[in-house]
């Protein structure tokens, strides 16, 4: 047999997750996953068919309504939305979803242990302009009783209760990122087959971590302890770091997993909680974060220990490697202890 017929197979994403030990193994829920999963890579083939021709359809501008936090949608979030929705409710996979979009979760499948929390269409100010979106997912196990209709502390779970959380990325290619538990894993979806194969095997953030992202237009509105951040990022010993910031969290986060780097999205004067939202945004990245070995906060406390009050609550965000992250957290200790909001809502250890 020739050389070329012995090549290991690459693995797509299904078989990958099969093969992977995680969180699931033995529990005989393997299957009801496999089929959760399979409904939102089929998602987000959909997804990313119609991000890729935004430009030709008449989908681009706003739909003209607005979502429960007050923000204008776009149209493609609306879609996005609908399709994940769709997805899931269609195969009955999940016994509820609960997205940034709606107002409140959905009921789906009461025979079902997962529930399912996500940002459908995360950058979406960037559509406009041809600039890489996402959509962030996040899965817990269910807390009350399969049977049942599900419940709001089904929803209401601290992130590190995740059983599996990933993101897909819409970029120069698509891809999905994933973590069940057992490191973080990367798919690039070959788009002639429609496949999402494995492409990049348990995800690190490098030693060297030397770039930050914020939107620094807002620095007057900044904590001290971020501003002093700042500071020592602008005048580090063996240079000053570079500033990348996309303003889409996804494309954001995953340049600073490859090549290390810290994003934040910190509390200002106005917004005391940030903008960021706990649920759909900080829990899910923050789990990839630690399985690749970084580290997530509010600037003071791990973010997968907050328990949440409500579906749609806002959170500072320093995402990112583990030193940079960190050296964040002592400064705004050190110069801005008022800013600390979860010091009494931090689930006790289960
Ligand atoms: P979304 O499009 O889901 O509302 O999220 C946008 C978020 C995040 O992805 C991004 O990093 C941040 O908002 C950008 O905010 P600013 O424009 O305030 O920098
Ligand atoms: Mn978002
Ligand atoms: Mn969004």
Known sequence: MSMEHMAQ?????GEFIIANKDKLRNTGQEAEMNRLLTAIKLAAKVV???????????????AGN??????????????????????????EVVCGICTEEDDDFIEVNKD?????????????????????VGTIFSIYQRLSPVGSP??????????????????????????????TGDGVHGFTLDPSLGTFFLSHRNMRYPAKARIYSVNEGNYRAFP???????????????GPFSLRYIGSLVSDFHRNLLQGGIYMYPPTKKDKKGKLRLLYEANPMAYLAEQ???????????ILDIQPSELHQRVPLMIGSAKLVDRVDQLMRQHSPDCRLHANQLAPAN
Do not use: W
Not at 292 to 302: E, I, S, V
């Open 9 to 13: 197979p690459i693995p797509e994403l």
């Open 48 to 62: 990313n068919r119609e991000i890729n021709k935004a430009g030709l359809a008449d989908i681009l501008g706003a």
């Open 66 to 91: 607005q979502n429960v936090q007050g923000e204008e949608q776009q149209k493609l979030d609306v879609f996005a939305n609908h399709k994940f929705i769709q997805a899931l409710v269609n195969r």
């Open 112 to 132: 079902t242990h997962f529930v399912m929390l996500m940002d459908p269409l995360d950058g979406s100010s960037n559509i406009d302009v041809n600039v890489s």
């Open 150 to 179: 599900v419940e709001r502390r089904d929803f209401l779970q601290p992130g590190r209760n995740q059983i599996a959380a990933g993101y897909v990325l819409y970029g120069s290619s698509t891809m999905l990122v994933i973590t």
């Open 224 to 238: 001290e302890g971020i501003k002093q951040f700042l500071a020592e990022c602008h005048d580090d010993e063996a």
């Open 292 to 302: 690749a070995g970084g580290r997530a906060t509010d600037g003071f406390d791990r």
